[in-house]
């Protein structure tokens, strides 16, 4: 069978028109659920590591949940029951915003669990030698050194979180997928539609990936 491929219909105006919009919500998506997610999880995280039971259960039963349930699942749940809860409709863009930051919050929360417990307790009793609180002792010494040592592991996060982003179609959100399916149907070619969306998140996601490489290298021979 022949597969008669024709990308001549995209042009700059097509892709301003129904691409662009989609590419500017999967990116604030991306960078609104890293900083929300990025933020949550370092609560969650510290909810584990505080030592007392009634601040390690929720987190430990949140963070376990969300991490065995498919995101797809996750999104179409929220998007169906919280308008129902509310009495009154969130929108789909609300709703995926809110969910992706609930879902990765889990993940960040890993994270950060791990970059903190990477910080030798020697760190700790000195500052307590010092006398700072806890919090201090988190705020002045411990998060700013996991933060950096976590910071490979948290863009590779935030990568896979921006090809996650494509989801949002189960709900009809306006993200980049849709701005290509949209201009593939107009155009009669879902086909081309669909293979030019897959070249430019492996463009995008490759760059990213290389530039994580590159940040990663440097931080090792900083240490």
Request: hydrophobic residues 60%; glycine residues 8%; positive net charge.
């Amino acid at each position: 069978m022949k597969l008669a491929l024709d990308f001549s219909f995209y042009n700059w105006d097509l892709l301003s028109n129904f691409v662009l919009k989609g590419l500017y919500f999967s990116v604030m998506l991306t960078v609104v659920a890293t900083i929300g997610g990025v933020i949550f999880g370092t609560v969650l995280a510290l909810m584990r590591l505080s030592g007392r039971k009634w601040l390690m259960a929720p987190a430990v039963i949140y963070v376990n949940g969300m991490r065995s349930i498919p995101l797809v699942m996750v999104i179409l749940w929220f998007f169906l029951l919280m308008p129902a809860i509310i009495g009154r409709p969130i929108g789909a863009e609300t709703s995926a915003v809110v969910t992706f930051i609930a879902f990765e919050a889990a993940y960040f929360s890993e994270i950060m669990r791990a970059g903190i417990q990477s910080i030798a307790r020697g760190q700790v009793f000195a500052g307590m030698a010092m006398g700072m609180t806890y919090g201090q002792n988190m705020k002045l010494i411990i998060l700013p050194q996991a933060f950096r040592n976590m910071l490979p592991v948290l863009l590779t996060q935030t990568i896979i979180l921006f090809q996650d982003t494509s989801l949002v179609y189960a709900i009809g959100a306006y993200d980049m997928l849709k701005g290509f399916e949209i201009a593939g149907k107009n155009f009669g070619r879902p086909i081309e539609a669909y293979l030019a969306a897959a070249v430019v998140y492996f463009v995008i996601c490759f760059a990213l990936s290389w530039a994580v490489k590159r940040l990663h290298r440097k931080i090792a021979i900083v240490r």
